[in-house]
């Protein structure tokens, strides 16, 4: 059993967690929830040791087994799957960091989650979703006994994020792994969570009911797609796209028309090249492409809201990137109080926010955005999509990549696409 | 279009196209001959290089011929636009010098051989294989640091390539865009850190390819052939 009692953890001399206790039995798993911001991964931090071996700080309390010893048995899959992952093949990951040796036992273990047709392949040119499978993999055959889990379906589609819930409970029953899971979904999680702890401004309470309900209830009854939708568009033809590295095309036959006033949501499973068809549009509103043309005539304005916020960033602070109109967007979106602070101390959700301030405030005729939700708590994924609806009444219109269902709902017209099967 | 929105585009294509004749390829048998090898088919061929026009095309069709039978003709194409920056450079500023066309085209063919022949040694370099080599050296920690290497460096040049694209989109500066991906690396030294932090100790294992071992000790053979000819 995990026990932790009043511990205390300041970083950068702020308090961050507060007097926080809690048990978790052997082979449980744990739900760990809260709004962002509250100390949810520093939790996690701790637990594994990385608060203060890496990043410094001071802990005090008591845990049994003692942190000390929690940091040898623990195994922490960070927010950012990308950091996980050290080394270059899919192959290479899972062979050096686990017992797995054998080709076959391999492919086995990766076909779980859809992975095993790319065991041969690079892990940067892995899609996000894809990365956060390879990296759940690793956790659970790594012999660690305690796994930390921080948001770990925020880049997943709603099966893949059901596949590894199953998993999760599946290796907890059998091999009696503990798990503590920071996400927001305690739907996803339902029964299969044996407690959810709620975290709020670094003080923890165990809860029954999902402190998000009324939120979540809101955005389910009351969101619904704009009705601003202007005669000018942006038509998208892409017959076919293929990397240099694949020998099947990524994308074939995407074709739509994304209006100003109007949100289009292109939806499909991780790794079916959402991503690249947004950088592909991109790429092609730079070139005023015939591939891309707006019905008015003219070259299309419009801007690209990478999934890494900070990719988008070009300014030290916030005040600095928004424009004057931004300012009340930063307000909007929850971060008005951090307008004059760097942006690299805002956490991952502040800077998704801020670039999204940022691109809506900027006067782009068209909005290109890549999982604008992802890790953000449902009262901040509301704002967020709030906003976007604010922003096609100016004559914004968007296209997004998005696993999110709250997201689908404010989309005047999803866009599927599917990947055929590639050899890498 | 701007000058500076031209210096971003140009920056954004190179970047592209380093990654692309390097990094972007999956693991193939291709890639699993002994690096010692390798660099022994980089030295003699820098060094045959070095005779005449004959011996330069020969050192050129031993990379093509590298490139294509261990599988990875399409990276030609890359490595050569790549290749071709310093040829087209030495060719410029050799051109007063030589006052030759055809001194500076040989000039400019060798550097470009030479670049090549780099290109090609770095894009079968398996870093997995320098990993395992230094796991047998009992070198603590070691292991770790090329596969790492070849993990981050790709993973920087794609965020950069993206954060010019927005840059470009947005129309900023591109040392605004280049701060930010400054800024970014910096981030992620401590986000590996924490990441790599809870993982167990890096085991490589290794496999090496007798097929492609073969045909690349033959293409040595015959260029130290060449080399020992000329002497």
């Known amino acids: ?424 | 279009m701007s000058v500076l929105r031209k210096i971003t585009e140009v920056l954004r294509l190179f970047t592209l196209l380093l990654f692309r004749s390097i990094f972007i390829y999956g693991d193939i048998e291709g890639r699993h001959v002994p690096f010692l090898i390798n660099l022994a088919l980089l030295i003699t061929q820098v060094l045959v290089a070095r005779g005449g026009y004959e011996c330069l095309v020969v050192v050129l069709a031993s990379v093509l011929f590298i490139y294509a039978v261990r599988g990875s003709g399409k990276v030609i194409t890359y490595s050569s636009v790549l290749a071709l920056i310093p040829s087209t450079w030495y060719f410029i500023v050799s051109l007063p010098f030589t006052t030759s066309l055809v001194t500076s085209a040989v000039i400019s063919l060798r550097v470009f051989t030479v670049s090549l022949s780099f290109l090609c040694f770095f894009y079968f370099l398996n870093p997995v294989e320098i990993s395992f080599l230094l796991r047998l050296l009992h070198l603590k920690n070691a292991p770790l640091y090329p596969v790492l290497t070849w993990r981050v460096i790709p993973h920087i040049m794609r965020d950069m390539e993206t954060a010019l694209l927005v840059g470009e989109m947005k129309r900023v500066e591109t040392w605004k865009s280049l701060a930010i991906t400054v800024l970014t690396t910096e981030e992620y030294v401590s986000l590996y850190e924490e990441g790599l932090f809870s993982k167990p100790e890096y085991r490589p294992s290794y496999e090496y390819s007798i097929k492609h071992t073969l045909i690349t000790v033959l293409v040595l053979v015959a260029l130290i052939m060449l080399l020992a000819l000329h002497a």
């Open chain 1, 1 to 424: 059993m995990l026990e932790v009692r009043n511990v205390n953890v300041w970083v950068n001399s702020h308090h961050i967690l507060k007097e926080v206790s809690f048990n978790v039995d052997d082979g449980n798993v744990v739900l760990l929830v809260g709004p962002s911001g509250s100390g949810k991964s520093t939790l996690l931090k701790t637990l594994s040791g990385v608060i203060p071996s890496v990043i410094k700080g001071v802990v005090k309390g008591f845990s049994n087994p003692s942190l000390e010893i929690l940091k040898r048995k623990t195994m922490y899959v960070h927010q950012e799957p990308w950091f996980f992952v050290s080394t270059p093949y899919v192959w290479s990951e899972v062979t050096g960091y686990t017992p797995i040796m054998s080709l076959g036992s391999l492919k086995e273990v990766l076909e779980e989650f859809k992975l095993s047709q790319h065991v041969f392949r690079t892990t940067y040119t892995l899609s996000a979703g894809e990365i956060q499978r390879l990296a759940f993999v690793i956790a659970v055959n790594s012999g660690k006994e305690i796994i930390l889990l921080d948001e770990p379906t925020s880049y997943l589609d709603r099966r893949n994020s059901e596949t590894l819930v199953r998993f999760v409970n599946k290796v907890s029953k059998d091999y009696g792994k503990t798990f503590i899971v920071v996400d927001h979904d305690l739907t996803l999680w339902g029964e299969h969570a044996s407690k959810v702890l709620y975290l709020c401004d670094g003080r923890l309470t165990e809860t029954s009911r999902n402190p998000f309900d009324e939120i979540i209830d809101y955005m389910t009854r009351k969101l619904s797609p704009p009705e601003s939708r202007s005669s000018e568009c942006m038509r998208i033809r892409v017959n076919s796209f293929k990397f240099p590295d694949s020998k099947e095309p990524l994308l074939t036959d995407v074709s739509f028309d994304v209006c100003r006033g109007e949100v289009v949501v292109v939806k499909g499973s991780s790794g079916s090249g959402k991503t690249t068809l947004l950088k592909l549009i991109a790429s092609e509103c730079l070139r005023n492409n015939e591939k891309i043309i707006n019905t008015a005539g003219k070259k299309c304005k419009a801007v690209l809201v990478p999934d890494n916020p900070l990719l988008y960033l070009s300014s030290p602070t916030p005040v600095d990137e928004v424009s004057v109109s931004g300012l009340k967007y930063l307000e909007y979106l929850g971060i008005g109080n951090k307008a004059e602070t760097p942006i690299m101390r805002l956490s991952s959700g502040e800077r998704r926010r801020l670039a999204i301030a940022s691109a809506l405030s900027g006067g782009y005729e068209y909005v290109l955005m890549d999982e604008p939700t992802a890790g953000l708590d449902p009262l901040n994924k509301l704002h967020v999509i709030e906003a976007i609806i604010k922003a096609t009444e100016f004559g914004a219109g968007f296209v997004i990549a998005s696993h999110d269902s709250f997201v689908e709902k404010i989309a005047n017209k999803v866009v599927c696409i599917e990947r055929s099967q590639k050899n890498y």
